[in-house]
């Protein structure tokens, strides 16, 4: 009985999400409006032991109405974001499952590299989104790439944002819904970041901005808010 009932806590120590897993799943359930469970687990591959942590997600309008595989890649970014340095470390793998509200399952599985190098460049969105609610136009079209940076295009980005906003009111908020890759023209691959903007009178612009993968970037590779993303 004794070693029945210390496999009994174990099993439930170890089922436990800690404070900062807690805290990002938590995140994750207010951003999508969804509902959220975990598990963590081993698989033998190769004879090599393998630890996952499963996040599994359902009874979100948002989720259901938004594209899998770009989203799915941004709940994993919230959660490694809230994780410790230690417990990015620990787990090999991190599973992503959505239920939609059709009973449809969606699984996507990422890798603490990949994460880690989003995490980096996410913070390229963050600044650019903030420069957007400061009004401070022309500093975000000066995130572009000198590469592809023109003093006209610095212009012609204010205004269109000056138009939007005399539209629909300030900008009062935004926020990050997606994280994925992309390769324009078969060039160099890309990460993008897509979200929306939300306007004083309630209206929403879909954006999206693009980073080089490379995490010494410190210069956008493209954005784009004609409300495509």
Same mark, same amino acid.
């Given at each position: ?6 496999? *009994? $806590?174990? =099993?439930? #120590? /170890? ?13 994750? %359930? ?88 989003? *995490? $980096?460049? =996410?913070? #390229? /969105? ?13 500093? %975000? ?89």
């Amino acid at each position: 009985m004794k070693t029945i009932l210390t496999i *009994l $806590i174990f =099993s439930l #120590l /170890f089922a436990c999400a800690t404070e900062t897993q807690q805290k990002g799943l938590d995140e994750i %359930a207010n951003h999508y409006k969804a509902s959220t469970s975990f598990s963590k687990g081993f698989q033998t591959i190769d004879s090599k032991t393998l630890s996952n942590f499963k996040v599994q997600l359902s009874d979100s309008e948002m989720l259901d109405s938004l594209k899998s595989g770009v989203t799915l890649s941004n709940v994993a970014l919230i959660l490694f974001k809230n994780l410790t340095v230690e417990e990015r470390k620990k787990y090999d793998y991190f599973y992503i499952e959505h239920i939609k509200k059709n009973s449809d399952t969606i699984k996507y599985i990422f890798t603490p590299n990949s994460l880690n190098a989003g *995490l $980096i460049q =996410s913070k #390229l /969105f963050t600044d650019f989104s903030d420069k957007l609610l400061a009004k401070e136009y022309k500093l %975000a079209a000066k995130m572009l790439d000198p590469i592809y940076y023109q003093e006209e295009s610095e212009d012609s980005f204010t205004n269109y944002v000056t138009n939007l906003t005399n539209k629909h009111g300030e900008i009062m908020d935004y926020k990050r819904t997606g994280f994925g890759t992309i390769e324009p023209n078969k060039g160099e691959l890309m990460y993008s970041f897509n979200g929306f903007l939300t306007f004083a009178d309630g209206y929403k612009r879909n954006y999206i901005i693009m980073t080089s993968q490379k995490t010494n970037g410190e210069f956008l590779l493209g954005y784009n808010l004609e409300g495509k993303s």
